[in-house]
């Protein structure tokens, strides 16, 4: 039996074959939907997931290696209101979203970046969304979505 | 006109009208990850499908074993062009791609049969399983010889897709006096590279119809192809759109529709398609590799007199949309400048390579490339500044282009170059990096909507009615496809301004509803936008009418404003007047245009789109990589009904235009594609786009909704012309090709090997 | 936890599995071994994951000496290691991409034995050498001798690979090479090491032969050319000559991501930048 945390909660899964992935867990095996699959090579990030607390992408974790330990998604990340995080606001308000397949990725992802770089240089926003393909919007509405995520955080610290 | 900010940073309050930057209504759901993508689509009881595909370029289909296949636990059926109760044909243009193979195979990654399944992996296995009896056939990979006398009919006819044979002028006779610069260019291979997998949801109906989800641009044409194919009435198709994860061109054909409503007709059970990232790249149309010869001819004080262009495009195994986009190339070959003579021959051929078709730019970013590569020599050999010699020649409102067609809408190509050259430029390095900078400028012209006479239309219902707590709301439907561009947002604005109303909401987009035509040629805004506003129109006359009926003023002396009629004797709230709800449909169509005449002539264009880029690079070229400094954009754009979205399009543009300039490439070999994966076909990363400086004109056109022209493909068509200009200008190396590869920079430098 | 996936705790719990079942497949990072799972290369029948086993996720320095575990993430290697190994941690930095380098590790990259395996190439520029366990015991193996072709090594199919040994340096630099700023598979790369105080030049170069290699030509040269006493920088055209020597050492092939002429010349660059920056930090 495979037992890990996803988003707070226990969850227990079985007759997991050695080789599948923890994307292919989480959305086939534990409805999670919201982590994306669009490469399976880790080339694109639309499948980032934290693993315990750092980004990792889930195409290339074997779900069995999360045995014990803690995964957070999307969905962890999204407050339970229906309302939105300071990241997933400042997505919407600059225009960070386009077909948003990629958008998921990329929300995690700038939130592993805000925790080790609360106030980031354009430089380190660059090299940490670097995994993150985004076919649609060019970046430019992420770079400023980060930003301005990054000055709401300062302006009602968390 | 107005001069929009350079950049809206943040989305306005919802209840903003046309001009606002208002903020998507999908995007709560795509930011918490709740957004269903057609590869999200589930129901209980779902079989999976997969796909067998030809291993070959070219082969005769002698037998298939399905036995082995079927007998693996889990799997319900194996079909093939046997099972295809239909005609066995699609295609955009022309029905000549068969559905599921019979016969004969044209391309590496044809699908043979499709495979249904109780999990995806032991679909796959099965599709494994299935042994195709393939006798190999020589390949026709070569597009030069692809029509030479000798060579195999890939289709009846023969290979000759399109010959668009354009004379425009009379030929300048030699003169001693004028210059003439020759050259040839190339361009590769490009994918779409849409981010979410072709992907669907096929459910038996209980009439024996079949409703599917999907991913696609243009719902409508599907069902008609799927209907023909399938072997159904239009009516026992329901086709409702699911969440698109990108398109770019990419999803205008038919993917995964018909083969997953195969298996879900013959095993009577919901069946699911998605393909891995390996088999989109075999799963879609790419962008038409070009090969191009131009002479342009002009006077030693820069006026061109002429330009010639031999074009040919490599259209791949079945023609998509290769007919209109060989159309591009041919009218737009001599780009957004006046010339008195233009001679122009364009050819797409049929080979065994992967099908090429529809990708943003269609046609017209292929030529850029040649023309304005063109354009600078031309200045480099006259002595003269490269901008100096595209303002001297740029087209403007009232001049004729290369099909006779004069240009009668804004036409601001000299204001948009001067504005991005006058920017300062770009900050100098600092990081002591051995790079050289290079500048480089590019200009570009596109036709928007439909051309040479396709009765081109939109749809839209717009239902006004009253919620249970008494406050009015608006419910849209249409056809037309979100693919991430914006255009439920834009639908929402429009509603908003037409009648006054915030709360604006929609019901599915799917074929219960007419006609809205393609996300494509930039033209939903233009064509489903305008059908919005025509709804909203019937809406507020049937308001009108009711508030005339019930106060008895003439209909003339009322008018809605603010969600409220107002009327001489004071204003009556719309609540009040839609306890009936109001449910109007509206069809949009634009001006005619004509075909084209055997000369290439005619009015076959709805509007034209311009823009303008200065691309700065820091090329090290001893390593031969090119790092972008900075792309500066002027586009117009009519007027930006969404200004956070028209921003969006142009950056997005933006990138890939440098994709195809310096990295993205499909690389084929006897047919087969290389680089099937993210890994080696590489895209653009946030690492790899530089600063971007925007400049959004809004000269309002007359025949168009709001004045508006279509922005989705401008920002992208000159950016890998700039970029090369660019690269020229820093290391000096002859550049014929984009993506210009690393090798093509340190295959002359001095360094020893 | 289920049969066919094995998650010791302890390097001798690992080595005893890996004794017991030479043909299961260890991971660590599982972002190799992934790809090629998903892209259907490769099954995973049964698997000896190491991610649990401490004695081999951290590092440690010993005088000059340092440790580095097989398991350390290559984030960590560049966050915590750039003082003792700079080009270690500068090649680490440069695969793939943040998430990629959160999980990959050090023992990862050496196990898939890639020509292009960035991380490689100051091990061998660095005469580190490569630690393997098994239950006969422990062995050290030179870099230079590990790896023999693409995804072969001398590992033993019940050895571990458990540890990178490596001497500190400040002389030393990597530079890599592709078509794109980032996320890129090297089309070329160098790593050079300059250590006076031993008299040792190291020139190791990736993608331009089957393994990644030292490039015994341009070492020669430079060993030999090089005022060890005096320490005057060498001039530009040293610099150059040492990249052309280096050039020489290649075996390069054309494939998809470039030509075999782009790759010779691109590594005599790489390599004389590299020493040229390795020279000035030693100073």
């Not at chain 3, 170069?205 to 070492?219: F, I, N, Q, Y």
Request: proline letters at 6%.
């Amino acid at each position: 039996m495979l037992r890990f945390t996803v988003n707070g909660t226990e969850v227990a899964l079985h007759d997991v074959p050695p080789g599948e992935s923890l994307l292919t867990a989480l959305r086939e095996r534990c409805g999670l939907r919201g982590t994306k699959n669009a490469c399976e090579q880790g080339e694109c990030g639309s499948c980032l997931v934290a693993l315990d607390g750092r980004t990792a992408c889930s195409c290339l974790v074997p779900a069995h290696q999360v045995h014990g330990h803690e995964v957070t998604t999307i969905e962890g990340l999204s407050p339970d209101n229906g309302e939105l995080d300071t990241v997933q606001q400042a997505f919407l308000d600059c225009g960070a979203v386009q077909c948003g397949f990629c958008t998921p990725g990329l929300v995690v992802a700038v939130h592993d970046l805000l925790a080790h770089h609360p106030d980031p240089t354009t430089e380190q926003t660059r090299e940490a969304l670097a995994g993150n393909l985004c076919r649609c919007t060019g970046y430019h509405g992420i770079f400023d979505a980060v930003a301005l995520a990054a000055q709401r955080r300062k302006d009602v610290p968390r | 006109m107005s001069i929009a900010p350079e950049r809206p940073r943040t989305a306005a309050d919802p209840g903003v009208g046309v001009g606002g930057a208002a903020a998507r209504p999908d995007g709560p759901a795509k930011v918490r990850g709740e957004f269903e993508f057609s590869s999200d689509l589930h129901v209980p009881g779902m079989l999976h499908g997969a796909t067998v595909r030809s291993p070959h370029p070219h082969a005769r289909i002698r037998g298939i074993d399905t036995s082995r296949a079927l007998a693996i636990r889990g799997v319900l059926t194996v079909v093939t062009a046997d099972d295809v109760a239909g005609t066995n044909r699609f295609g955009l243009e022309r029905r000549d791609q068969p559905v599921l193979a019979d016969g004969l195979v044209r391309y590496v990654g044809e699908p043979v049969a499709v495979v249904a399944a109780t999990s995806p992996a032991t679909a796959r296995r099965a599709a494994e399983a299935v042994v195709v009896d393939f006798e190999v056939l020589d390949a026709i990979t070569d597009a030069e010889t692809a029509t030479a006398p000798g060579t195999a009919e890939l289709h009846p006819g023969g290979n000759l897709v399109r010959h668009l044979r354009l004379r425009h002028g009379d030929p300048v006779p030699d003169d001693p006096g004028l210059v003439r610069v020759s050259g040839e260019y190339h361009v590769g291979m490009q994918d779409q590279a849409f981010l979410g997998p072709e992907s669907c949801l096929a459910e038996p109906t209980a009439g024996g119809g079949i409703h599917l989800r999907c991913s696609t641009q243009w719902l409508h044409i599907d069902r008609d192809q799927l209907a023909a194919a399938l072997g159904l009435p239009p009516e026992q198709l329901h086709l409702t759109l699911a969440g698109v994860g990108g398109a770019f061109g990419g999803r205008e054909d038919l993917s995964v529709q018909a083969h997953a409503a195969l298996l879900a007709l013959r095993t009577g059970r919901p069946v699911a398609m998605s393909y891995p990232r390996r088999e989109s790249f075999v799963g879609h149309v790419h962008r038409h590799p070009a090969r191009m010869r131009y002479t342009h001819t002009a006077t030693r004080d820069g006026r061109l007199l002429a330009v010639e262009a031999d074009i040919l495009l490599d259209g791949g195994a079945y023609a998509s949309t290769s007919p209109a986009v060989v159309g591009n190339a041919g009218c737009f070959a001599a780009g957004p400048y006046a010339v008195p003579s233009v001679h122009v021959d364009a050819r797409v051929v049929y080979t065994n390579n992967p099908p090429c078709g529809a990708m943003r730019g269609f046609g017209a970013i292929q030529v850029c490339f040649a023309y304005e590569s063109q354009m600078d020599e031309l200045a480099r050999v006259l002595g003269m500044d490269p901008v100096e010699l595209r303002l001297r020649n740029a087209v403007t409102t009232g001049s004729t282009i290369a099909t006779g067609q004069t240009v009668d809408g804004p036409a601001p190509v000299a204001e948009l170059l001067e504005r991005v050259a006058a920017r300062p430029p770009a900050p100098p390095r600092t990081d002591g990096a051995p790079t050289v900078r290079g500048v480089g400028y590019g200009l570009s012209i596109k036709n928007i909507c439909k051309s040479a006479g396709v009765d081109d239309y939109g749809t839209a219902r717009v239902r006004l009615f009253l919620r249970p707590d008494g406050r009015p709301a608006v419910q849209v439907q249409t056809a037309a496809s979100e693919v991430g561009q914006g255009l439920v947002t834009v639908q929402q604005q429009i509603v908003r301004t037409e009648l006054g109303v915030a709360d604006v909401g929609f019901l599915p987009t799917d074929t219960t509803v007419g006609d809205a035509g393609t996300a494509s040629a930039s033209r939903q805004t233009w064509m489903s936008g305008g059908a919005v506003q025509q709804a909203c129109h019937r809406v507020r006359d049937e308001l009108l009418t009711r508030a005339a009926t019930r106060t008895g003023h003439p209909r003339d002396d009322l008018r809605l404003q603010d969600g409220a009629v107002h009327t001489p004797t004071g204003a009556i709230p719309l609540a009040e007047l839609i306890d009936d709800a109001v449910d109007e449909t509206a069809v949009f169509r634009h001006r005619t245009t004509s075909p084209l005449d055997e000369e290439g002539q005619g009015d076959a264009h709805v509007a034209y789109a311009f823009a303008a880029h200065r691309v700065t690079v820091d090329v090290d070229a001893e390593l031969g990589t090119v790092e972008v400094v900075e792309v500066a954009c002027a586009q117009d754009v009519g007027k930006a009904i969404n200004p956070l979205g028209v921003a969006g399009q142009m950056h997005g543009g933006i990138v890939q235009g440098l994709g195809l300039a310096i990295m993205e490439e499909i690389q084929v070999r006897d047919g087969r594609i290389l680089n099937p994966g993210f890994t080696d076909y590489l895209i653009p990363t946030a690492a790899d786009v530089g600063a971007h400086h925007l400049d959004i004109l809004e000269h309002l056109r007359p025949d168009s909704p709001y004045g508006l022209t279509g922005v989705g493909e401008p920002p992208m068509l000159s950016v890998p012309a700039a970029v090369a200009a660019a690269v020229r200008r820093a290391t000096g190396a002859a550049i014929h090709r984009v993506p210009i590869r690393p090798q093509d920079l340190t295959a002359t430098a001095d360094v020893p090997g | 936890m289920d049969q066919h996936y094995f998650r010791p705790t302890s390097l001798s719990d690992a080595l005893a599995l890996r004794s017991e079942r030479p043909s299961a497949t260890v991971v660590a990072g599982g972002t190799d071994v992934m790809v090629a799972v998903n892209e259907g290369r490769r099954r995973l029948d049964e698997v000896i994951d190491l991610g649990d086993v401490a004695e081999l996720g951290g590092w440690d320095l010993d005088g000059d000496r340092v440790r580095v575990g097989a398991t350390l993430p290559l984030t960590r290697v560049t966050d915590e290691l750039a003082a003792h190994l700079p080009a270690l941690a500068a090649a680490a930095r440069l695969v793939g991409s943040p998430p990629i380098r959160h999980r990959a590790t050090l023992g990862g990259n050496i196990a898939t034995a890639s020509p292009a395996g960035d991380t490689l190439l100051p091990m061998l520029a660095g005469d580190s050498s490569i630690e393997v366990a098994s239950v006969r015991g422990i062995r050290e193996v030179r870099s230079d001798e590990f790896f023999l072709g693409p995804g072969r090594t001398v590992l033993a199919p019940d050895e571990l690979i458990t540890a990178v040994r490596a001497t500190t340096a400040r002389g030393e630099a990597f530079a890599k090479t592709g078509t794109r700023r980032a996320m890129v598979i090297s089309v070329a790369a160098a790593a050079v090491r300059i250590d006076p105080e031993r008299r040792h030049l190291g020139v190791a170069l990736g993608s331009v032969a089957p393994t990644p290699r030292r490039a015994r030509t341009a070492e020669a040269f430079g060993a030999r050319e090089l005022d060890w006493s005096a320490r005057t920088a060498p001039d530009e055209g040293w610099w150059a000559e040492l990249g052309r020597r280096a050039a020489s050492d290649t075996a390069p092939i054309d494939d998809l991501r470039g030509t075999a002429d782009h790759r010779r010349r691109v590594t005599a660059v790489l390599v004389a930048r590299c020493a040229r920056q390795a020279w000035s930090r030693t100073c």
